[in-house]
């Protein structure tokens, strides 16, 4: 097994700089507790009147006097959603430039709110910028020419392609995959899926499976059930001096003079690893040559495959299925509210109490004979 923790601190960043506010001018007596989540700042209340380090993407500013008030989001808590900093008014250069979107540090004192939509808020004593998006799409052609030092390049035009208080089609998203992640819409996705892979491990897991990892490169086509994709390795050209200039190497061995291809299935590994190990499972990605292109097509997908051995009666294999979907999929909705709430309310309709309602009933099971007919 191989594990790679790759951090990047924020002082190795060339545009990150403090902005301190005028209250901030003496050093603050208590060091900062370091970058706690912003579920923990906005949940903990043994940390009220404690000196805060919090990073964060800015999600709104609003000016009041002399006041700014920022509101932070980390990707952590779908429910509260944002902790609001407070920061007395600095130099305008400086506030204009924190803008939608943009990564800053604050540093500060956290404490409880007067506002009835919140509990706690952020005295803000300094800001660290590290990336500045430029959203004003107009005005200006856009282009590197045209961008500030630090702002952060994310389109053709040199201008953040996202907006606050907007919503973009999937498509335009899916050109911007480095900065997606920030949008509500798609983090709640990728909240929900994980929220789901970790309820079906634990289910599995629970119930004694042994999750097995089995190989992407193999060379069995699972039964020959679909056309797969086979592998063939690159290698540059001898005559060659240009790193960049490859050839493909004809038939597609590799390592041996079997044809290497992408799995389709985990299906074969897993029964041979059953003949000895009694309940076993992976989830792993799956690859088939498929020609449709609907979304009932996936060229790669994530697939859960379980095995157990000594199993020969066909309804036990139904209620090891059902009882797994069932416990899964209820397990993610209650540990991802939040994320159900903001999907059907961006996808404007709401299937959770359908949902809920069809796992609390016994599964219907059928022949395929009689299934064609219905």
């Known amino acids: ?135 004003d799409h107009g005005g200006r052609k856009g282009g590197k020419e ?36 920030k949008l509500p819409e798609f983090a709640s996705v990728l909240r929900l899926r994980s929220a789901l892979s970790g309820a079906i491990r634990a289910h599995l897991d629970g119930r004694g499976f042994v999750h097995v990892h089995t190989p992407i490169l193999t060379t069995t086509d699972c039964e020959g059930g679909c056309e797969v994709f086979a592998v063939k390795p690159l290698r540059r050209k001898k005559d060659s001096d240009d790193e960049a200039e490859v050839e493909t190497e004809e038939g597609g061995e590799l390592y041996s003079s079997d044809k290497v291809v992408l799995t389709v299935s985990d299906q074969l590994h897993l029964e041979a690893i059953c003949n000895g190990l009694a309940k076993v499972y992976n989830f792993s990605p799956a690859f088939r040559v498929e020609g449709g292109r609907s979304r009932r097509h996936l060229t790669e997908f994530t697939m859960v495959e379980v095995e157990e051995a000594f199993t020969d009666q066909l309804s036990e294999m139904l209620s090891t299925a059902e009882i797994l979907l069932k416990s899964a999929v209820g397990c993610a909705m209650d540990a991802a509210a939040g994320d159900v709430h903001t999907h059907a309310r961006i996808a404007k309709r709401d299937n959770s109490e359908a949902v809920r309602k069809l796992l609390s009933r016994d599964f219907v099971t059928m022949s395929y004979k009689v299934g064609r007919k219905l």
């Open 1 to 135: 097994m191989f594990l790679r923790i790759k951090t990047r601190p924020a002082s190795s960043i060339p545009s990150a700089r403090w902005a301190s506010s005028s209250s901030s001018k003496k050093e603050e007596e208590q060091p900062p507790l370091p970058r706690p989540s912003l579920t923990r700042v906005l949940t903990d209340p043994d940390l009220l009147g404690r000196t805060l380090e919090v990073s964060g993407w800015v999600r709104s500013t609003r000016r009041h006097g002399a006041l700014i008030f920022v509101d932070l989001d980390d990707g952590s808590d779908p429910v509260h959603n944002r902790l609001q900093v407070v920061m007395e008014k600095e130099e305008e250069a400086t506030a204009a430039r924190v803008k939608f979107h943009s990564s800053v540090t604050v540093r500060g004192v956290l404490r409880p709110s007067s506002h009835p939509k919140q509990e706690v808020e952020l005295l803000g004593h300094s800001m660290r910028m590290h990336n500045i998006t430029n959203v």
């Open 146 to 181: 045209d961008q500030e030092e630090g702002e952060e390049e994310s389109s053709a035009d040199g201008y953040y392609p996202f907006a606050p208080r907007k919503v973009y089609k999937p498509k335009f998203v899916r050109q911007f995959p480095s900065f997606r992640a």
